[in-house]
């Protein structure tokens, strides 16, 4: 069955440091891929997605490209925020979102 | 307004007792799903709806039941609530052929005790 997985977190970077999180994929076929991020004590957000290979998604400085021959969709974002502390979950979507665990992002000043 | 609300937010119960947990939407979404989110385990699907007639299991439904009332309203419930069942809910709606982006209500914090 469908599967993903994320690196484990937390992920402490400081301010306007270069963000990597990795998120590879088992699937067949070519799902929709996706990252939401959520906020403290709110629910999860789009960021980005990617419909089919070599697609790159993006959003707010955040990139992601879909890499079949690799099976994976990394997160990355050049300069990091305060304001990016969140924790950020890798998806895939068939009939539903199967989702990786998430990785808690701590941006210090 | 919200586009996809969730009541109660907050809930504390005892183990035995039946919970329900519901959710309705704004967005014209036919799909609507549930989810628990666990420390460490991501989100898993519950229950998942792709129309007022159609109900599919997830990948941990026991324990669970739900209802599609409305186009609008999906209700989960807990018939025997139990310790392992505290967790954090979330309903999520999509529309028909947008590559399942999903979107997501709040979140409902259960506490069994």
């Known amino acids: 069955g469908d599967s993903v997985t994320q690196m484990e977190g937390p992920v402490t970077l400081s301010e306007e440091a270069f963000l990597t999180i990795n998120c590879t994929y088992t699937?067949?076929?070519?799902?929709?891929l996706f990252w939401y991020v959520q906020y403290p004590g709110e629910g999860l957000q789009l960021l980005l997605k990617?419909?089919?290979?070599?697609d790159k998604g993006s959003n707010k400085g955040f990139e992601a490209t879909y890499r079949k021959e690799t099976t994976s969709f990394h997160l990355e974002k050049g300069s990091v925020q305060v304001s990016d502390s969140a924790v950020y979950f890798c998806?895939?979507?068939?009939?539903?979102?199967?989702f990786g665990s998430g990785t808690r992002l701590q941006v210090q000043p | 307004d919200a586009d996809v609300t969730q009541t109660p937010r907050n809930r504390i119960t005892k183990t035995g007792k039946r919970i329900m947990l519901e959710c309705s939407q704004t967005?014209?979404?036919?799909?609507m799903y549930w989810y628990r989110q666990d420390p460490g385990l991501g989100l898993r699907l519950i229950y998942y709806?792709?129309?007022?007639?159609?109900?599919n299991k997830g990948e941990i439904s026991d324990g669970y039941s739900v209802s599609r009332q409305a186009q609008a309203k999906f209700s989960l419930s807990l018939e025997s609530a139990i310790p392992n069942q505290t967790a954090l809910y979330f309903c999520?709606?999509?529309?028909?052929?947008?590559?399942?982006?999903?979107?997501f209500g709040p979140g409902t914090r259960l506490t069994v005790l």
């Open positions: 999520a709606t999509s529309d028909f052929g947008d590559y399942n982006e999903q979107f």
């Open positions: 699937a067949t076929g070519y799902p929709s």
């Open positions: 990617a419909t089919k290979a070599d």
């Open positions: 998806a895939l979507g068939r009939r539903a979102l199967t």
């Open positions: 967005k014209g979404h036919d799909r």
């Open positions: 709806s792709f129309d007022v007639k159609d109900i």
